[in-house]
């Protein structure tokens, strides 16, 4: 259909918008290659001087890892603290980002509906700049509360467009197009991810010269971004619906679609705008109050918890040292193989989600998880013993990488979306992106003290935790593809004990929070 077509003008725009969600993966893979580096920078400011030589051979530095044996006598006396102090702070320059989205996350819809989409994005790109530029200068300086200062910051932004970029890309995108453009924002991510990876080779930028560059470039596709927002139409949906500006809407509408006629458009957009009119809002207090709302919610927030709590951060943030614990000498080489096999199913999940079900997905990839994770812990216990154990341990990350792309990576943010109506969406996404980015926290924070004290029992840990949330999404998680939106409503009565009629608590699905799914 002509209305369908890509323009250039959707093409720029769509592109311009995932600009802020490759900095989202940027900021979070950035921080794992120069890790030695910057923990014997840490350890130089906050420990002991070092001598030049010690400085440059980071790996003389102690670098907290999976380690696969306990030397008892050792363990037998008191911690040094001073490692403790270097490990806190190191621990808290990677998980201190995900405070930030935290913190953020409850306001990138507020910022869009207050300033505009573009608008949005161009003052959350302020908070990019400012953290980039923090992290740059953090070798002149006390570098463990500049790089943590910075990484709040950043995390403050990605949190915004975290919320900010699809709905942007949901809103201006023709309605059989919103499934594959939407996909984009999570494709830019890992994206983001692998490239912090290559160029943070230490013969690029993740040596003790230029580690500082490296965490400073994720101000270079904020300046791009910046730049090309002003050739980008507003959201026509925005125009309309939130500021009635029609004639506006229809221009804006004419440069997407590349002049065609957006009448079809229109009646969409002002049926939209009559349901959402017509329909309550719902606060956040009542959707776990209410009870046609509050199995929803806690199902939602339990698909967020298993995406976060599965293990996958843990490999993202610490895949170098664990790289290193299985034995591979170039360690940073297998965590950029990580970043590709994350970026390839990632693409393939796009085509995976349109044909098979989100439940049925959902469970093949926790379950696949559930077999790696085992497998990683045998790979890393019998180590020691058999030096071929540390392939068992690698392909098991890559695997584990690929069945959470299959999976628990994107669909959360699909079944959320599909869970509620316009009424409480908002409030529902809100809570989902808060609860999703505190677990984020929580095992970027925590994941290296249980790491080492848990050793190569570590992953043990996190099948336990896989297999719990297997049996959960097995009894108590609908399936929602191909379903309407009250036969979800009613799947979830009858789960409750309640009648399968009643009350509708689902209506037709304009746009999807996170990943979209046309």
């Not at 209305?3 to 600009?19: H, I, P, Q, W």
Request: aromatic letters at 12%; a neutral charge.
């Amino acid at each position: 259909m002509t209305e369908d077509k890509f323009t250039g003008t959707l093409l720029l725009a769509v592109f311009t918008a995932v600009l802020g969600s490759f900095q989202f993966g940027y900021n979070l893979g950035v921080i794992n290659a120069p890790q030695k580096i910057i923990v014997a920078h840490y350890r130089h400011l906050l420990v002991v001087p070092l001598d030049e030589d010690e400085l440059h051979n980071s790996t003389k530095i102690h670098m907290p890892t999976l380690q696969p044996t306990i030397n008892y006598e050792e363990a037998e006396t008191d911690p040094d603290p001073s490692t403790a102090v270097v490990t806190m702070f190191w621990s808290l320059s990677v998980s201190i980002f995900a405070v930030g989205g935290m913190i953020a996350s409850f306001f990138g819809g507020w910022l869009g509906d207050k300033l505009g989409r573009i608008k949005g994005m161009l003052a959350a790109n302020s908070l990019s700049l400012i953290g980039a530029i923090l992290m740059a200068i953090a070798k002149f300086g006390p570098s463990h509360i500049l790089i943590i200062s910075g990484r709040f910051i950043s995390g403050l932004y990605c949190g915004l467009v975290s919320g900010l970029v699809p709905m942007y890309i949901g809103e201006i995108s023709p309605t059989s197009l919103r499934g594959a453009l939407g996909t984009l924002h999570q494709l830019a991510i890992v994206t983001g991810i692998l490239v912090s990876q290559v160029i943070g080779l230490d013969f690029i930028l993740g040596n003790d010269d230029m580690w500082p560059v490296l965490l400073g470039l994720s101000g270079a596709p904020a300046v791009l971004q910046c730049l090309l927002l002003f050739f980008c139409p507003e959201s026509p949906r925005y125009l309309y619906i939130k500021l009635g500006e029609e004639n506006k809407a229809k221009m804006n509408l004419k440069r997407l679609r590349g002049g065609c006629d957006p009448t079809k458009d229109m009646t969409e957009m002002k049926k939209e705008k009559e349901e959402a009119s017509s329909e309550k809002k719902v606060s956040m207090i009542q959707l776990f109050t209410m009870a046609s709302y509050r199995q929803p919610i806690l199902v939602a927030l339990m698909l967020h918890m298993a995406q976060q709590f599965s293990g996958i951060n843990g490999i993202f943030y610490y895949s170098t040292s664990i790289f290193y614990t299985a034995g591979v000498e170039q360690p940073v080489y297998a965590t950029i193989g990580v970043g590709v096999v994350n970026t390839i199913f990632t693409v393939i999940s796009v085509f995976l989600v349109e044909k098979a079900g989100r439940r049925s997905l959902f469970l093949v990839g926790l379950s696949g998880m559930l077999v790696c994770a085992i497998a990683m812990t045998v790979g890393l216990v019998l180590l020691n013993r058999f030096s071929w154990m540390s392939y068992v341990s690698m392909i098991a990350i890559f695997l584990f990488v690929s069945f959470f792309e299959i999976g628990p990576g994107p669909i959360p943010w699909f079944m959320v979306a599909e869970f509620f109506s316009q009424g409480p969406r908002p409030a529902a996404i809100a809570i989902a992106a808060f609860c999703n980015w505190t677990c984020n926290f929580i095992v970027a924070l925590s994941f290296q003290y249980i790491a080492d004290f848990c050793g190569p029992y570590v992953f043990a840990l996190f099948a336990v935790i896989l297999l719990g949330f297997t049996l959960f999404t097995f009894f108590k998680v609908p399936e929602t593809k191909g379903k309407s939106f009250e036969e979800i409503a009613a799947e979830f009565r009858k789960r409750r004990g309640g009648s399968p009629t009643g009350p509708k608590t689902a209506v037709e699905l304009e746009y999807l929070g996170a990943k979209e799914n046309a």
